[in-house]
């Protein structure tokens, strides 16, 4: 399991990879492809059979960079 803690250890953000997107290390598979994909309704297992080179970690830690980037940033409500 992946804790707050230790999800850095999983993402890297390189110029040189995938436009400088936060990635898993390692790999071109990009936070937000995963995150997308579990927004779309695909389950971990789904993900984890179409990039065999992620773990179930590799998963978490996406999650927990998602939900630390959406907590730093203010939304305003769109009022109509």
């Not at 994909?37 to 389950?43: C, K, L």
């Not at 998963?59 to 927990?64: D, N, R, S």
């Amino acid at each position: 399991m992946v804790t707050n803690l230790h999800w850095l250890d999983r993402i890297s953000i390189d110029p040189a990879v995938h436009h400088g997107d936060p990635c898993i290390k390692g790999t071109r598979v990009s936070v937000s492809g995963i995150v997308g994909s579990i927004a779309d309704g695909d389950t971990a297992e789904q993900i984890l059979a179409s990039y065999p080179q992620l773990t179930r970690e590799d998963v978490q830690a996406a999650l927990h960079y998602a939900a630390e980037a959406v907590s730093r940033f203010e939304f305003s409500p769109i009022v109509k």
